[in-house]
């Protein structure tokens, strides 16, 4: 198996932290996996993104890239960063997509219009009919949505099925060291919300 996971958002959002605990699961559960990181201007707000590849080939080689239309799923924190890394996307493959935006300050000055959800609905619906947009996320963002996903798994991609609730919540306990407490019931509110997005299909 391999399973190309990329994840996009913005400096401050926990981009990098998201994608440690899925490979934290993904390595104790004996697979191979590789992270790239890019941060950008992460200190500023700026462009983060994370490309977790995750494989059982023991000839799996690390630090290779997720190329353009690689990307089996697509892990969006922020709707313009969403749609800056749709082209990662492969088709037919599955993105989860916070409501979130975060409208740059020269937008506001010039009064431009920023994506709204149907906009980027209908690009992502070009590409894909498996698109699941979060309303209303919870704070911390990073570890609401992993708990979205991680709920959605059994619907997305059947080769995660490691990434359970107890598996995810003993790697927020390894690796999360501040406000460990307030991220298990972010994780579990965004489980919870998962559970109702699925009823909702």
Partial sequence: MLT???????GGQGVVTLANLIAQCASEHGL???????????????RVTSEIRISDNKNFIYGARISSGQADILLGMEIGESINSISY???LGTAVILD????????ILKKEA???????????????KN????DNPVSPYNIFLLGVFVLL????????????????????????KRETELSLKTFRQGYEYGAKLAESL
């Fill in 4 to 10: 190309n996971i990329f994840i996009s958002g913005l």
């Fill in 32 to 46: 191979k996996v590789s992270v790239f990181n890019s941060r950008g201007m992460a200190q500023r707000g700026g």
């Fill in 89 to 91: 996307l492969k088709e």
């Fill in 100 to 107: 979130y935006s975060f409208i740059p300050s020269e937008m």
């Fill in 114 to 128: 920023y994506p709204s959800q149907k906009e980027t609905s209908e690009l992502f619906l070009k590409k894909t």
């Fill in 131 to 134: 698109l699941f947009f979060v």
């Fill in 153 to 176: 798994i059994p619907l997305i991609d059947k080769e995660l099925t490691f990434l359970t609730q107890s598996e995810v919540e003993k790697s927020i306990l390894t690796i999360i």
